[in-house]
Structure formats: structure tokens, C-alpha cells
């Protein structure tokens, strides 16, 4: 259930192949499946969100990074990188495959300046961390990993 986002979840396969969602066996099966899915929720809340992104990069096979424009959320217990970084960072200390896609700045710029309001919240003139977003870019393009630009 990694990739599935929350409001998603609720007819989301569990682990055994469950599906959650309306049960036709009454009530009873009804409630053990909603029992069953706020525990797995409940686990997940325990687990930090950078455990968490270590985690899903550890169990990949292949690492595929879309950086945008702005830095993101620094880790919360490890503030000199974002949340990107360090699942980047803990593929490359794995030995994962890297394919990394890079939004082009121009672009972004372009799409922003003929009205793009999207393209406009991604430009990084107010991101606070811009200069920690550009340093990562280019140790992306130095890393040695598939980019595409």
C-alpha cells in the first residue's frame, strides 16, 4: 500500500490479499475488516516518516527521483537534508539503480510567466532552502546516476 494514497486506502489490498471496503458478510465481517485496517493505520503513525521513506527505498528495486524547483521538507531529526535527499542518499548507500528526472527550470519559469499559477508556486524565488535545492540538482548531475532534463 506504499504508492496508494490515504483517501484510496479504504479499498486498498491489505497483506493475505484482503480487500477493504463495503463487506457483504454483515456487520461482523464489516467491523473486523475497518478493526483490521485502523491497526495497520495505527502502526504507521507510530513509525517516523523518515523510517518510513528509508524503508520503501530499501525494499525497491529500482530508485526513480522528479525534482522539482523547490528544496521540500527538511527530515525532521536530520535538518541539512530533505526528505528527498535522504531517499536518494540511502539508494545510492544501498547500491540501488538511480533514474533521476529533473523539472527544468526554464521551463517552470516559462509555463509561470504566461500564467501558470502551478508553475508559479514552484518557482524557488520563495523557497528559503532555494540554495540547498541547487546544490542538490547539481550533486544529482554529478552522481553519476541516469538523469533526464
Not at 30 to 54: E, I, M, Q, S, T
Not at 85 to 91: C, M, P, Q, R
Request: net charge positive; charged share 30%; hydrophobic share 40%.
Amino acid at each position: 500500500m506504499a504508492g496508494i494514497s490515504q483517501s484510496h486506502r479504504r479499498h486498498a489490498p491489505l497483506a493475505g490479499g484482503e480487500v477493504l471496503g463495503r463487506s457483504r458478510g454483515g456487520r461482523g465481517e464489516a467491523f473486523a475488516a475497518r478493526a483490521r485496517r485502523h491497526a495497520v493505520l495505527r502502526r504507521r503513525r507510530r513509525r517516523r516518516p523518515a523510517d518510513l521513506c528509508v524503508s520503501l527505498v530499501t525494499r525497491c528495486d529500482l530508485y526513480i527521483g522528479i525534482i522539482g524547483t523547490r528544496y521540500g521538507s527538511p527530515v525532521r531529526d536530520d535538518p541539512e537534508r530533505s526528505y528527498t535527499e535522504l531517499e536518494f542518499d540511502t539508494a545510492t548507500a544501498l547500491g540501488k539503480r538511480r533514474l533521476v528526472f529533473l523539472i527544468d527550470e526554464t521551463a517552470v519559469t516559462a509555463a509561470a510567466n504566461a500564467g501558470d499559477r502551478a508553475a508559479a508556486a514552484a518557482l524557488p524565488s520563495g523557497d528559503p532552502w532555494a540554495a540547498r535545492q541547487a546544490v542538490f540538482r547539481q550533486r544529482l548531475l554529478d552522481s553519476g546516476c541516469s538523469t533526464a532534463g
